[in-house]
């Protein structure tokens, strides 16, 4: 067998991928990076004066989407009317009688950075509570650690990216921290503190929210320039998405190559079961294997379970690593909400850096009355991409002509929207599998998404829209303009769950470190470990601290000899 030049593979060069890597260079690994994306060039490829720059919500390149199927879901009820999406200019968007993906449903990119290219970049720790929600609520699954177990690597992740946060009290809640956040908080735009006022006359406290942002000169890249549009692509890379971050550190070290437009279809296992090769496809089609030391996977919670039941073989007629039977199940997906309004005169609304501000008041897992899960809100209006004047014709200005364009100017920054994202418990309608006919471009059978909102996803839905509404009343709002969420859509950017973390092994893929459970030399580092979602908190921070800790497990191994 030909032996690997390198430590470590790791597959995925997304939040969890690139946080492994960096880990593991820094203290002198040697890694192969295998991406299925291209690589984006931020000076190049994130154009913001083109003359549609708006409709594109991420540039996308060769090879930057993923293909997926959807079991049908779930028949509309017309009790929750009230939930379903809808807008001034076009009425109700879901006309169909069943939810239904919006777009690709799973909103994600293929590329060297992974997801966080497009992402927001919000930086958040989970709420303590929200990793026992079995002992406690009876729902999800434990995590088998505890925050103060990732607290220090939470800590590692924030000095890197040069996170902006509140220090202040108030701002940090239950999340207690062994060490300021690097950079200041963000001032809060007009429209956020608009937003505030509002919030703030109902009883709640509005905060600046933690921002993977840099509010000063950071780490050779600039400060921010607020132009707002940080899930098109951040053209100055002071975004901190883990190109610009991580993963540009692990490449300075000279001991990682990253091998972007490479798709992984298969690993492949020895008879002892452990890992030994994985075979791929790259740009020019051309198929090979890799052998493999030790195998991390961080392909994202769709990617990585589909990687795993397509590496089924006789050993492991179930799916590589799939001796609990969980692997694909447990999906959790965001549950999340946005309601827009015009308020009676411009905010410049379209300025300032997005979700600046957030409430985290009913963040707690026992803090909605009448469901388990948490859910914050925060300020969206970037995010509901109301920042230019065709969406704001497309979607909240209606008319035609004079009488059109006269409202546009009058209306233009005027827009206010508040979002708010919850908990989503797992349940067994809610999982991935492969598609029995559906393959992609190598012959690899696609991921099928299956997706089922319980009673308390509709329950915590009608709470935020209902909060959502009051809030933007407060900041003087007089009719909504728009309204969109998961109850009529599937519209996921963060999806966790479906390769759970746990002490046993019948119930769990991998343990606390990210390792399988069965076959010692594959670790799992990204959103697919994760054993309950969180209470709406952003996840990335917490995949890269997960991925950091894992890191350092492999480190422990290798530095003790344990044989591969
Ligand atoms: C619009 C949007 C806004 C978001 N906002 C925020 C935010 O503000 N804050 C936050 O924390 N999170 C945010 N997220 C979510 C966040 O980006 C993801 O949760 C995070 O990136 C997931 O990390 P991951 O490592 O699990 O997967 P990813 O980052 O998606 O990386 C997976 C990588 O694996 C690659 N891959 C998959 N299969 C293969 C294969 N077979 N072979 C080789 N490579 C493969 C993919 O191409 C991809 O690059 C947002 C996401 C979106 C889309
Ligand atoms: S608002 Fe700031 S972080 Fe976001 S894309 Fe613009 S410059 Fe980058």
Redesign the pocket.
């Known amino acids: 067998m030909r032996r690997s030049d390198f430590d470590v593979v790791i597959?995925?060069?997304?939040?969890?991928?690139a946080a492994a890597a960096w880990r593991l260079c820094t203290q002198g690994l040697r890694v192969l990076v295998?991406?299925?994306?291209p690589a984006y060039d931020p000076r190049k490829d994130y154009k913001l004066d083109t003359e549609h720059w708006e409709t594109e919500?991420?540039p996308a390149k060769p090879g930057s989407a993923?293909r997926y199927v959807f079991a049908p879901m779930q028949p509309l009820e017309e009790k929750y009317s009230d939930l379903r999406s809808w807008n001034l200019v076009s009425g109700r968007s879901n006309l169909s009688a069943r939810r239904e993906p919006s777009g690709p449903g799973y909103?994600?990119?293929?590329?060297?950075?992974?997801?966080?290219l497009?992402?927001?970049?919000?930086?958040?720790r989970l709420h303590p509570q929200a990793m026992q929600m079995r002992s406690r609520f009876g729902v999800a699954a434990d995590w088998p650690m505890d925050y103060a177990t990732l607290e220090p690597y939470y800590t590692i992740a924030e000095q890197l990216i040069g996170v902006a946060g509140s220090n202040e009290a108030g701002a940090l809640g239950e999340r207690w921290r062994s060490a300021p956040y690097p950079l200041p908080a963000h001032a809060l735009n007009k429209g956020s503190q608009r937003l505030g006022q509002a919030a703030a006359a109902l009883g709640l406290r509005w905060s600046a929210n933690p921002r993977?942002a840099l509010s000063q000169a950071y780490d050779g890249r600039p400060a921010c320039n607020y132009c707002g549009n940080?899930?098109r692509g951040c053209p100055r890379t002071d975004k901190g998405s883990?190109d610009v971050t991580f993963m540009h550190h692990a490449l300075a070290t000279g001991r990682c190559e990253v091998r972007s437009d490479?798709?992984?279809?298969r690993i492949l296992t020895a008879p002892n079961g452990t890992v030994r090769e994985i075979e791929?496809v790259d740009k020019l089609r051309k198929r090979s294997r890799i052998p493999v030391k030790r195998l991390i996977l961080?392909?994202?919670?769709i990617?990585?379970p589909?990687?795993l039941l397509a590496s089924a073989n006789r050993s492991a007629p179930r799916g590589l690593a799939n001796e609990s039977g969980q692997v694909g199940k447990n999906l959790m997906e965001s549950l999340s909400w946005i309601s827009s309004g015009l308020l009676e005169e411009s905010v410049d609304s379209f300025k300032g850096l997005p979700?600046d501000a957030i409430c985290w008041d009913y963040n707690r897992p026992d803090a909605i009355p009448g469901v388990v899960g948490g859910c914050r809100f925060s300020a969206a209006v970037h995010?509901a991409s109301l920042v230019g004047p065709i969406n704001y014709a497309l979607r909240i200005v209606p008319g035609w002509g004079k009488a059109h364009k006269a409202a546009m100017r009058k209306t233009f920054g005027a827009a206010l929207s508040i979002g708010a994202i919850g908990e989503f418990l797992p349940n067994a309608g809610t999982y991935v599998d492969l598609d029995p006919k559906a393959r992609d471009a190598h012959g690899?059978p696609l991921a099928r998404i299956h997706s089922q909102l319980g009673e308390q996803e509709i329950l915590k839905l009608q709470f935020m829209a209902q909060t959502c509404r009051q809030i933007l009343h407060g900041a003087g709002i007089r009719q909504l303009a728009e309204e969109y969420g998961t109850y009529d859509y599937f519209s996921a950017?963060?999806?966790f769950g479906t390769c759970r973390m746990g002490n046993n092994p019948n119930e769990a893929v991998v343990d606390a470190q990210g390792s399988s459970h069965r076959r010692r030399n594959l670790f799992i580092?990204?959103?697919?470990v994760f054993p309950s979602s969180g209470g709406g908190e952003?996840?990335?921070?917490?995949?890269e601290a997960l991925?950091l800790r894992c890191a350092d497990h492999i480190l422990g191994l290798v530095r003790a000899n344990t044989p591969v």
Request: aromatic residues 4%.
């Open positions: 597959v995925g060069a997304g939040a969890g991928g295998l991406e299925a994306g919500l991420f993923g909103h994600h990119v293929r590329g060297v950075g992974g997801s966080t497009h992402f927001t970049g919000e930086a958040h993977a940080c899930n883990v490479t798709s992984v279809t791929c961080a392909c994202g919670a990617e990585t589909r990687l979700a995010e690899m950017a963060h999806v580092c990204d959103a697919s952003a996840p990335s921070l917490t995949i991925a």
